[in-house]
């Protein structure tokens, strides 16, 4: 047992010694809002119509920023294995598919585009999120008035409604970047951590859920980055964007990069 565990440590020295002096990939992650309004998660923002002649300027503005990092690889918020993104990307090319209200398609298939790419990556892993679940527990434990005041304390879910009406996308963008919106947006789910008991574990098993997914979602990232001069940048719900920091910034065969770093040079 001891040698297994010597051997280990040598190991992932081996590992963070290589990754110090040696050139990585570097994986930007760019939190969004859905722009389509999909209403698929708990907390949605409801946004105006990202089609308008003056959101389609401020988009622009966006495009170009993100240009900075000089992305040799786009990822997108996109089942894995998703034929149509293929499919739509390919006749985006070709002048054949209108862009859709989508932040895959406002952001990402336009900078890939803008960029000379010939593909983009769709690399999200569907998963469970019981939040239903806790919600029953809590019910039947008499714990919901807390909980509710625990999100009240903390603002609501990190990814709650920002103002989307009265400032710029790349400016509702940085917002959501900042390293304060990712922190308060990961303090929710550590708050839904403490409630459950030894017989159910139902705001643990939340969080470990919803980590699975995300561990996946960075397996899906990391394997695009087959060269150690790769860029990836990668569109994804706010949602994800603290697990996903996490996981890069915990890979020391990668290097961690953010918004901050493109717009810190305007």
């Not at 996109?78 to 862009?99: H, M, R």
């Amino acid at each position: 047992m001891r040698t297994s565990c010597l051997f280990l440590g040598i190991l992932a020295m081996s590992m963070m010694s290589w990754a110090q002096s040696d050139p990585r990939p570097e994986i930007l992650v760019l939190g969004t809002y859905h722009m389509a309004n999909p209403g698929h998660d708990i907390h949605d923002e409801q946004a105006d119509d990202v089609l308008t002649p003056k959101r389609q300027r401020e988009m622009a503005q966006l495009i170009e920023v993100l240009k900075k990092f000089h992305p040799t690889k786009v990822a997108i918020e996109a089942d894995v294995d998703s034929k149509p993104v293929k499919q739509e990307y390919s006749d985006y090319l070709a002048g054949k598919y209108t862009l859709s209200r989508n932040e895959t398609n406002q952001i990402g298939y336009r900078l890939a585009k803008e960029l000379g790419h010939s593909a983009i990556y769709p690399v999200d892993e569907d998963g469970d999120f019981p939040y239903e679940r806790l919600l029953n527990y809590l019910k039947a434990n008499g714990l919901k008035e807390k909980f509710d005041s625990m999100q009240a304390a903390l603002g609501g879910q990190g990814n709650e409604e920002i103002d989307l009406l009265s400032h710029t996308i790349l400016e509702k963008i940085e917002e959501i970047n900042s390293d304060a919106a990712v922190a308060k947006d990961l303090s929710w789910y550590f708050a839904c951590a403490h409630f459950g008991d030894r017989w159910d574990y139902a705001g643990p098993d939340l969080v470990a859920a919803f980590y699975q997914r995300n561990i996946r979602i960075y397996h899906n990232i990391v394997a695009l980055a087959d060269s150690p001069t790769d860029r990836v940048l990668v569109i994804y719900g706010s949602g994800h964007l603290g697990w996903l920091r996490q996981d890069i910034a915990n890979d020391p065969t990668v290097k961690l990069r953010k918004l901050a770093d493109l717009t810190d040079q305007r």
